[in-house]
């Protein structure tokens, strides 16, 4: 019985992804839904992503947590198109919260839409939001041994980030033993090594997003 609910949640979930995605392609708009565990640094990244692609690309974003408008607050200093989602509790987005939410964005208008899920390495993976890419942000300060421990959220996604490359002089972190797993998991992944922090790294995510970005005649 409990299976068959879990079973029925999902399917109503893809349902609602599917419409989202015909949605998504018909606007010609590429959308990535982030994920990562709290602290890693989700939005610092689309700080930084949005500063760097100012007058080059119209993004919205969505942000994603149990409560509060914290992080939503500080998106909205750079962009109007922000909405906040509160999922009341719950651990990660669904595919009918991006739904309710991209009805209030101008997603005609836009290039990009960056989804920040609820930070969480578990379930998010499971819930199809109908984006064109997941994307896992990892950071030096939470050890090495995410991919070993997490594998679903890696093997789901098309680009691993490593954030926080600015702290491995200080740090015990094994580069190689990461990006092995990551491999051994996900072969046809990229992986980004940046800082959010210095800069570096950053030239190279925005080419991997500019380069996705769909093209309209
Ligand atoms: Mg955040
Ligand atoms: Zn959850």
Redesign the pocket.
Known sequence: MKIEVIENVLKYNKDQADKNRKLFKDSMLLVLNLLSSPGSGKTSLILETLKRLKGKKNIGVIEGDISSTYDAEKIGKLTDNVIQINTGG???LNASMIEKAISKLKIKRLDLLIIENVG?LI??SGFDLGEDHKIVMSSVSEGDDKPVKYPPVFIKSDLIILNKIDLLKISDFNQNFFENKVKELNPLSDIIKLSCKTGIGMEEWIEWVLNRCKIRN
């Open positions: 719950s651990c990660h969480n379930c998010p």
